[in-house]
């Protein structure tokens, strides 16, 4: 099993070399006590945490995984005391106002934390983790009673909470939602629905749960616009704060999955269950929604985690275990044969995965700056502005989760090759990662739905190219200085300078084609959303490149010279040979339909 330690020194990089977030936490208005010595001491303590309680549990967990019996979810052993200790270190409300209990840090702290957690156990992280687009969503639109009455405990993690969305007959289609909502009379409603695919909707690590449901009032519209949104705790809330007797909301079951087995995905069935209305009635999947887009940065974290651990233990594999002697002659000349780490192909591999962690890493930590000014629009009512970095964040958050999550899933089964036949075997960990980075794809939106959100309504629809516009406006700003530059910095710059171009043009043509052929939007936004992905990667990679290059020529750097070498030939890996897939998805965003869509649906058949 991978041995997990914390990627502080790239993490350190990232947040003092490359995106400077000590002037980024100085100029938030909740920043001030995230001094560097604030940041450093969360970081050596989250770390602590992940590699000492939660990594020990990963592989177990899986073994285990949860117990359902007559309603009521087990976790497997060691969770609750790990739980138990999480919350005693006050790691859930990290980020969540002081007058609620929490420490009242930048959201982007909480993210560097649940990356870390992630990385070393994600099936445990997802317990927390769910609670927070519960307590984001009462935060915005909750009463100011909801938010006295529910958020202490949710900030301290005494209790979790969940979103209720999907139900049996809509997958991502919420416009199909059925689940009813009764008034009673006295401003509580009786809920009565299925829903499906709730992660952390029942287990035994808190005192309650508190979901957060959509259902239909009984006059709604059809469709999206008849949607609204409730808060049903699994065990009701006294006026003085005690949890009371059990609402029926009931566990029905819980899915058996391929991976973060020691999550429990569960069925739940309300009964007449006791909910009360959060938001404007009919409005209740843009308050859904709120912060979704840091919902979805939250996932595409998955996609950084399952890399960096797979890459933790495929590198300490590749250079213990010996096969063959290299092709360029003998390396290991006390030994029968040389490290795997001598052969290129498993070189391509393990660059591959580092490239992926550290290059998406930092993606995200760019991503949860705007977060930052995001959620700070918020604390300080002040609309414009959280719009403003919401629609900023809005077309990150398709690429993050869609291009991140998928690489992260390439990454895992690279971990399974460097291992061979090992790689198969449950002992040495490598195909769990695999098992748990598959569903990353899927949840929270599949990479297909991403891809529409980013190619149709994020690009086509709402910004007609604006966005793509802007961030490969930043991209031409970062190369330009280095486009007359030797070496490997002014090649790199000169390659992304091009890509700027050849993206804003590649959106043009499909903006034209789509006005013509309106499949064409489905047909190339997978493509496009990928093709997104590497050219946006690549960006990312000069910035610490040219970071690297620049420190090591001050001679300042706080790390030896060999990492920041190793940064530069990691950016020189990525354009050579990854960088260029983006050209084959260039070339299929732009084929014809008429390939995927001349086919009769009845000749799709077996028979």
């Known amino acids: 099993m991978p041995q997990y330690k914390a990627p502080l020194r790239d993490m350190r990089f990232l947040l003092n070399d490359v995106f400077d977030y000590t002037s980024h936490y100085a100029s938030l208005s909740n920043g001030g006590e995230a001094t560097p010595d604030m940041v450093e001491a969360i970081l050596e303590g989250a770390a602590t945490f992940c590699e000492e309680v939660l990594a020990p549990l990963n592989l177990s967990g899986d073994q285990e995984g949860c117990h359902f019996e007559n309603g009521n979810v087990t976790t497997p052993k060691g969770f609750k005391e790990a739980y138990k200790e999480y919350v005693a270190g006050g790691w859930q409300g990290l980020s969540h106002e002081v007058k609620h209990g929490g420490q009242g840090l930048p959201m982007s702290l909480n993210l560097l934390k649940a990356e870390m957690m992630g990385t070393a156990n994600w099936s445990f992280t997802m317990y927390p983790g769910l609670s927070l687009g519960c307590m984001n969503t009462i935060m915005q639109y909750g009463t100011e009673a909801q938010k006295d009455l529910y958020m202490p405990p949710l900030v301290s993690g005494e209790w979790t909470g969940t979103m209720c969305l999907t139900e049996p007959q809509c997958g991502t289609d919420l416009g199909q939602v059925k689940t009813k909502a009764e008034p009673v009379g006295d401003g509580s409603y009786k809920l009565t629905g299925t829903k499906i695919f709730i992660s952390a909707g029942e287990h035994d690590l808190a005192d309650n749960i508190i979901h957060i449901v959509l259902a239909r009032l009984p006059d709604a519209p059809r469709g999206t616009r008849g949607i609204s949104l409730f808060i049903v705790p699994k065990f009701l809330v006294n006026a003085d704060g005690s949890v009371g007797e059990r609402n029926p909301v009931v566990c029905g079951s819980i899915e058996h999955k391929m991976g973060i087995r020691a999550s429990a995905t569960a069925v739940l069935n309300f009964d007449g269950a006791v909910g009360y209305l959060i938001a404007e009635p009919n409005k209740g999947l843009e308050a859904m929604f709120t912060f979704m887009n840091t919902a979805r940065i939250g996932t595409a974290v998955q996609g950084v985690a399952h890399a960096e651990l797979s890459y933790q233990g495929s590198l300490p594999y590749a250079k213990e275990r010996r096969s063959m002697r290299a092709l360029s002659g003998k390396k290991d000349a006390d030994h029968t044969a040389d490290a795997l780490i001598w052969h290129a192909d498993v070189r391509r591999m393990l660059l591959t995965q580092k490239a992926v ?9 760019h991503a949860a700056k705007l977060a930052d000014n995001m959620v700070n629009g918020v604390l300080e009512g002040n609309k414009a502005k959280y719009e403003e970095f919401d629609d900023k964040l809005g077309f990150y958050t398709p690429i993050l989760k869609g291009f991140l999550t998928e690489m992260g899933l390439e990454s895992a089964n690279l971990g399974m090759q460097v291992f061979g036949g090992h790689g198969y075997i449950k002992e040495h960990g490598m195909e769990q990662i695999a098992r ?56 790199m710059a000169r390659q992304l300078a091009k890509r700027a171009i050849q993206w804003n043009v590649l959106t043009t043509r499909i903006m034209l084609r789509a006005a013509k052929d309106r499949d064409l939007v489905s047909s190339a936004s997978v493509d496009f959303l990928m093709y997104s992905g590497f050219v946006m990667m690549a960006h990312f990679w000069l910035l610490q490149a040219i970071k690297a290059s620049e420190t090591l020529a001050s001679g300042k750097g706080k790390e030896p010279a060999e990492f920041y070498k190793a940064k530069i030939q990691t950016a020189e890996f990525y354009f050579e040979r990854l960088l260029p897939r983006a050209d084959g998805h260039k070339k299929s965003a732009l084929a014809p339909t008429s390939a995927v869509m001349a086919m009769d649906a009845e000749h799709f058949t077996f028979q």
């Open 436 to 491: 748990d980075a598959r569903i990353s794809t899927l949840y929270e939106g599949t990479t297909g739905i991403q891809a529409l959100d980013l190619l149709g309504r994020k690009v086509l629809l709402t910004t007609k190219g604006k966005c793509v516009r802007e961030f490969t406006g930043d991209m031409l700003g970062l190369a330009k200085p280095h486009l007359l530059s030797g070496g490997p910095i002014g090649k």
């Open 357 to 365: 962690a550290e290059g998406g890493r930092a993606m995200i930590y």
